[in-house]
Nanobody, 124 residues
Framework: QVQLVESGGGLVQAGGSLRLSCAASGRTFSTYAMGWFRQAPGKEREFVAAISWSGGRIYYADSVQGRFTISRDNAKNTVYLQMNSLKPEDTAVYLC?????????????????WGQGTQITVSS
């Protein structure tokens, strides 16, 4: 069982930056792939970024490529999402997820555990 807790959300102006953190419980964190997804009101959950267990494989959604950076610290059981040049369309609840298979994937259905999410609001 893995429990995930996101933090770092808030309100930011367009063009600003935020850094999200996702702290995981359990001793197997280093074997899990981790992903970030987001969901805006009235919209489906959307893939944002994913990182493999070792950090050697990383994927981004086209909409955030070049602006967002995913990273992980296995010693701290934490995955991060650095978000720069934020846009109003980035407004959503951001959720982290863990996949026991270890390989990064864009597919939400592949993830076994989910956090509760943290709200990001980008004002224009």
């Amino acid at each position: 069982q893995v429990q995930l807790v996101e933090s770092g959300g808030g309100l930011v102006q367009a063009g600003g930056s935020l850094r999200l953190s996702c702290a995981a419980s359990g001793r197997t964190f280093s074997t899990y792939a981790m992903g970030w997804f987001r969901q805006a009101p009235g919209k489906e959950r959307e893939f944002v970024a994913a990182i493999s267990w070792s950090g050697g494989r990383i994927y981004y959604a086209d909409s955030v490529q070049g602006r967002f950076t995913i990273s992980r610290d296995n010693a701290k059981n934490t995955v991060y999402l650095q978000m720069n040049s934020l846009k109003p369309e980035d407004t959503a609840v951001y959720l982290c997820a863990a996949d026991h298979m270890g390989w990064a994937t864009r597919e939400a259905s592949e993830y076994d555990y989910w956090g509760q999410g943290t709200q990001i609001t980008v004002s224009s």
